[in-house]
């Protein structure tokens, strides 16, 4: 009798999310972390001091790590007294709004689009609704500075002529009194360095004009500073060391340029979710000293004391013993790299013969050390395609690819916005792909399936198909 062998079923191809902005697992920094733990455990008078309501600006000891770490990242002295302990990035993006903005009185919130899309309903939430407005970003310095200029002036000529228009006064009308001592006309958001969606990296020319302005204006620039710390050659064979020097945050040339005044203009907003993992939920703020004292004071800080208190006495291990540094250079940069430059090379092979182009990145002031960083790339579809939503939703339906689209990162509730986004060469055609979620080889499949539904989605075209406007959800 001749065999007959069970033939093994066949797999059937599994989602790949070049969409996700998470790190890997593989990749959280869970043994340091535990070691960290175990420190502070182990001890008992660490013990008292990690279970108790922690001081409210944070942990002393992981303050003066990260003025130590951040001085020795930027190149500049960092002092203690300007860091702030907080529960992640997000999470103190709602308390500076709580504390330095009246949604009476604070005009608007620019936000440089494409925009980081979630960071839009804290805005919201925080009574902002309707109120949050694009500021295009620019190919050559990453932010349209002289259309910011325009819409801070109309905005401010509108505010003045509306108080004069009812008899009372342009103050803050809900926040008010002593536990509000500054209250800012507007606020501007930006992610400056490797920007999420774009990766585009703030010149520091066009950094000292936005601080100016926002002076000029009494703005408050928050700026995601997250990063930061994740950069790398943008040559696969350039040495290790053959990259930009790590910009100047915001705050930085706040601090630096003449006129610095008690509160500043500016706040750094940090965080260890991507360096540690995210479930860390440990940031900071880096600000004036007298911000950093308000900010503290916020009212769920007065009553629960400092955010995230317990594992912050972690992460203040982690830095002290340098293992949290060593994780960043020594596994993440060098997997990040690599996975970086297996996406590169698959969209050079793959997307390029299809008219898709790649976004330049890089940041202006170092023409001779091109550098790549953050998580995410960013690439503009053909004009023969439909729109990048309508691509993505072709993606993941037939091709188990999900992607990022150009429509998530409009601004929320501003019209502008998509009018800009949906113009010719807008970023409604644009798809942001990310390789800090998945291994190599994944990546390079996904990136051959969206190829594979750029060619199916021609082709069909081609034979009369028409494709109708459909998106898909953010998740």
Same mark, same amino acid.
């Not at 990453?142 to 004069?164: C, M, N, P, S």
């Not at 520091?204 to 500073?225: F, K, T």
């Not at 907003?269 to 360096?275: A, L, P, Q, T, Y």
């Given at each position: 009798m001749g065999s007959n062998p069970v033939s093994s079923p066949v797999k059937p191809p599994a989602l790949i999310n070049l969409q996700l902005g998470w790190p890997s697992p593989r990749l959280f920094a869970a043994n340091s972390l535990l070691q960290g733990a175990q420190s502070v455990l182990t001890s008992e008078s660490e013990t008292a001091a990690a279970l108790i309501y922690g001081p409210h600006p944070g942990h002393p000891p992981l303050r003066e790590s990260v003025a130590e770490w951040l001085s020795s990242i930027y190149s500049r002295k960092i002092s203690s007294d300007r860091i702030c302990i907080t529960n992640g990035a997000s999470g103190n993006l709602s308390n500076v709004l709580q504390r330095f903005t009246d949604p009476l009185y604070t005009r608007c919130i620019f936000m440089v689009e494409p925009t980081y899309f979630l960071a839009c309903p804290i805005f919201e939430d925080n009574g902002f609704q309707g109120k949050?407005?694009?500021?295009?970003?620019?190919?050559?310095?990453?932010?349209?500075?002289?259309?910011?200029?325009?819409?801070?002036?109309?905005?401010?000529?509108?505010?003045?002529?509306?108080?004069?228009?009812?008899?009372?006064?342009?103050?803050?009308?809900i926040k008010t009194g002593k536990t509000y001592p500054k209250v800012y006309k507007y606020v501007i958001y930006i992610v400056p360095t490797f920007s999420n969606p774009s990766g585009k990296t703030l010149?520091?020319?066009? #950094?000292?004009? !936005? +601080?100016? &302005?926002?002076?000029?204006?009494? %703005?408050?620039?928050?700026? =995601? $500073?997250?990063?930061?710390?994740?950069?790398?050659?943008?040559?696969?064979?350039?040495?290790?060391?053959?990259?930009?020097?790590?910009p100047p945050r915001l705050v930085d040339v706040d601090r630096e340029m003449d006129g610095y005044g008690t509160w500043g203009n500016t706040l750094s907003?940090?965080?260890?979710?991507?360096?540690?993992g995210p479930g860390v939920r440990v940031g900071w703020a880096d600000c004036s000293p007298a911000m950093v004292h308000e900010l503290s004071e916020t009212g769920s800080s007065s009553s629960g004391g400092a955010p995230s208190h317990l594992t912050s006495t972690f992460v203040d291990k982690m830095l002290r013993t340098g293992q949290l540094q060593?994780?960043?250079?020594?596994?993440?940069?060098?997997?990040?790299?690599?996975?970086?430059?297996?996406?590169?090379?698959?969209? #050079?092979?793959? !997307? +390029?013969? &299809?008219?898709?182009?790649?976004? %330049?990145?890089?940041?202006? =002031? $170092?023409?001779?050390?091109?550098?790549?960083?953050?998580?995410?790339?960013?690439?503009?579809?053909?004009?023969?395609?439909?729109?990048?939503?309508?691509?993505?939703?072709?993606?993941?339906?037939?091709?188990?690819?999900?992607?990022?689209?150009?429509?998530?990162?409009t601004v929320t509730g501003d019209a502008e916005s998509v009018v800009r986004a949906e113009a010719s060469g807008g970023f409604a055609s644009c798809v942001r792909l990310c390789w800090a979620w998945h291994e190599e080889a994944e990546i390079a499949e996904g990136v051959r399936r969206l190829a594979n539904t750029i060619t199916d989605i021609k082709a069909r075209i081609a034979a009369g198909e028409k494709f109708a406007d459909v998106s898909i959800g953010i998740r």
């Open positions: 949050l407005l694009g500021v295009p970003e620019s190919d050559t310095d990453g932010v349209d500075i002289g259309f910011l200029r325009r819409e801070l002036e109309a905005a401010e000529k509108r505010a003045q002529q509306a108080a004069e228009a009812k008899g009372v006064p342009d103050v803050p009308t010149s520091l020319g066009a #950094r000292r004009e !936005l +601080v100016a &302005l926002a002076r000029q204006y009494d %703005a408050l620039i928050v700026s =995601d $500073d997250v990063y930061d710390f994740l950069s790398w050659p943008e040559d696969a064979f350039a040495a290790d060391d053959a990259v930009a020097a790590v907003n940090g965080s260890f979710s991507k360096v540690i060593s994780h960043i250079k020594d596994s993440l940069v060098p997997t990040y790299r690599k996975r970086y430059y297996t996406l590169m090379a698959a969209v #050079r092979e793959h !997307l +390029v013969p &299809l008219g898709v182009r790649v976004q %330049a990145s890089n940041p202006k =002031d $170092d023409a001779k050390n091109a550098t790549a960083g953050g998580f995410f790339t960013y690439l503009e579809l053909p004009e023969d395609l439909p729109p990048a939503r309508t691509v993505a939703a072709v993606a993941l339906k037939e091709k188990l690819l999900r992607i990022a689209f150009g429509h998530m990162f």
